[in-house]
T-cell receptor, first 112, second 116 residues
């Protein structure tokens, strides 16, 4: 069965620290990959997505993610986090149909 | 503005009652979804619908029912058969952009259901 694994459930960083959130999926075919973010009290919203082409994808608010096909990974990065990045982050995979599989989420807390 | 409206925002249910959560979208999206969000478990798919008058069970459909009589609406009923209904419920829709598959979701703001 297809699955998505997010390695860290909780991450605590100080402002200006670098961030990397791990995401691995289990599916051998073509995938569409997403990172969604849920800020406290707000909707889930799309942070960035990968369909094809350049495996390094840039999203909103300075986030980026790199698709490494050989590792089945799509890790999310940001060079310098801010207090406003405190949120829950979800990695998600779509294999071309109408279903998308979500990871369990990573709660990020950034200390001011 | 186009989007998804879920109502109510908070809902309290007594044991043994059925309740219906509303989801309406004005995005002209064909596909709509219901997810349940529990702490540490991410989003789990309850039901989804690709077109009007058709819907499919997701991973945790037991104790839930849906209907899709109109493109804009995809209500979810949480029945008394659902053993642990207290959760945050998210509705989403998906459309296509520019002739290519976008596969990205638009989410509603959610309904928090509590059994009392």
């Amino acid at each position: 069965a297809q699955s998505v694994s997010q390695h860290n459930h909780h991450v605590i960083l100080s402002e200006a620290a670098s961030l990397e959130l791990g995401c691995n999926y289990s599916y051998g075919g073509t995938v569409n990959l997403f990172w969604y973010v849920q800020y406290p009290g707000q909707h889930l919203q799309l942070l960035l997505k990968y369909f094809s082409g350049d495996p390094l994808v840039k999203g909103i608010k300075g986030f980026e993610a790199e698709f490494i096909k050989s590792k089945f990974s799509f890790n999310l990065r940001k060079p310098s986090v801010q207090w406003s990045d405190t949120a829950e982050y979800f990695c998600a995979v779509n294999t071309g149909g109408f279903k998308t599989i979500f990871g369990a989420g990573t709660r990020l807390f950034v200390k001011a | 503005d186009g989007g998804i409206t879920q109502s109510p925002k908070y809902l309290f249910r007594k044991e043994g009652q059925n309740v219906t959560l509303s989801c309406e979208q004005n995005l002209n999206h064909d596909a709509m979804y219901w997810y349940r969000q529990d702490p540490g478990q991410g989003l789990r798919l309850i039901y989804y619908s690709q077109i009007v008058n058709d819907f499919q069970k997701g991973d945790i459909a037991e104790g839930y029912s849906v209907s899709r009589e109109k493109k804009e609406s995809f209500p979810l009923t949480v029945t008394s058969a659902q053993k642990n209904p207290t959760a945050f419920y998210l509705c989403a829709s998906m459309g296509e952009t520019g002739g290519f598959g976008d596969y990205g979701y638009t989410f509603g703001s959610g309904t928090r259901l509590t059994v009392v």
